[in-house]
């Protein structure tokens, strides 16, 4: 019920092109579901995040789609660059008590 | 503002040993974390903390595994004794309250803990 599954597990996109990242939950009570980047060596950076009352959510080229019917959710990074190299974690909460994570995506961005 | 301090960065300790981290969350957070980050999973939650009590240790290890949080700022988590499957990234995060998560959670750069 508390799991958070995400996929793929690494990702390789040309510069320029697009990344899609995917999780899907479980526990229908969860409502909040925000998106962390880590590089390495560093701990994990809140990218952006959603409430499931929206469908969609747009913070400069990263996207994050929302579907609550089908209890899964992604991220979008537009024009991807190499500087987007790291890996990113979706995670849920539950009334603003601790997060869930996913297992994480590495993300290469070729140059 | 500053971020949230963890010490060391890296330990490196033989199986059976005992090891303690620190972390110094970001001031006047009353909340803290401890996640166990091991290598190609994400951060699994150890231990909550609100202010100097804990709020959910459910999945910390206790028969190896503590952690405190005197006076209800810093903390300290120990390992006692540690074992090769403790390998992993120790991550400390703070937020400004109980129920906050969804607000300025923030992380730590972790220690970095190799059992040989």
């Not at chain 1, 009352?53 to 660059?81: C, P, W, Y």
């Not at chain 2, 991550?91 to 998560?101: E, I, K, V």
């Amino acid at each position: 019920q508390q799991q958070v599954k995400q996929s793929p597990q690494s990702l390789i996109v040309q510069k320029g092109g697009i990344s899609i990242i995917n999780c899907a939950y479980e526990n229908t009570a969860f409502d909040y579901f925000p998106w962390y980047q880590q590089f390495p060596g560093k701990g994990p950076a809140l990218l952006i995040a959603i409430r499931p009352d929206v469908s969609e959510k747009k913070e400069g080229r990263f996207t994050i789609s929302f579907n609550k019917s089908a209890k899964q959710f992604s991220l979008h990074i537009m024009d991807s660059q190499p500087g987007d190299s790291a890996t990113y974690f979706c995670a849920a909460s539950l009334a603003g008590l601790q997060l869930t994570f996913g297992s994480g995506t590495q993300l290469t961005v070729l140059p | 503002e500053a971020g949230v301090a963890q010490s060391p960065r890296y330990k490196i300790i033989e199986k059976r040993q005992s090891v303690a981290f620190w972390c110094n969350p970001i001031s006047g957070h009353a909340t803290l974390y401890w996640y166990q980050q091991i290598l190609g999973q994400g951060p699994k939650l150890l231990i909550q903390f609100q202010n100097n009590g804990v709020v959910d240790d459910s999945q910390l290890p206790k028969d190896r595994f503590s952690a405190e949080r005197l006076k209800g700022v810093d903390s300290t988590l120990k390992i006692q004794p540690a074992k090769l499957e403790d390998s992993a990234v120790y991550l400390c995060a703070s937020s400004p309250l109980h129920g906050t998560a969804n607000y300025g959670y923030t992380f730590g750069s972790g220690t970095r803990l190799t059992v040989v």
